[in-house]
Nanobody
């Protein structure tokens, strides 16, 4: 059974950088399309970024508010997905989740839908103070 485990969250100040990771076990990570979502306090889960399984990636997408600040990447040899977050803002405060689906690629509309993904991590808290 596949397991996704996030790590690397924490408390930082506005303008700082932070990297979160997601380690996948139990299945062939190199066949998984992966994404990051986040859930701010009191809000629903929202799309952050997507990466397909190829290295280098063929498809990379970002939500508009994180473009130019966040970078998604993956290391298939380490079964790990990354999200490098720079110039963090208080509005980036959220629980960050990794999500994946094996052997398929989403349409541009379904990519940002949590329902498209079959597997989820438990989340890691990122808090950005003003």
């Amino acid at each position: 059974q596949v397991q996704l485990v996030e790590s690397g969250g924490g408390l930082v100040q506005a303008g700082d950088s932070l990297s979160v990771s997601c380690t996948v076990s139990g299945r062939t990570f190199s066949r998984y399309a992966m994404a990051w979502f986040r859930q701010p306090p009191g809000k629903g889960r929202e799309f952050v970024s997507f990466i397909d399984w190829s290295v280098p990636a063929t498809y990379l997408y970002y939500e508009d508010s994180v473009k130019g600040r966040f970078t998604i990447s993956r290391d298939n040899a380490k079964n790990t997905l990354y999200l490098q977050m720079n110039r963090l803002k208080p509005e980036d405060t959220a629980v960050y989740y990794c999500a994946g689906r094996e052997g398929a690629l989403p349409s541009t509309s379904s990519m940002s839908s949590p329902a498209w993904y079959h597997n989820w991590g438990q989340g890691t808290q990122v808090t950005v103070s003003p």
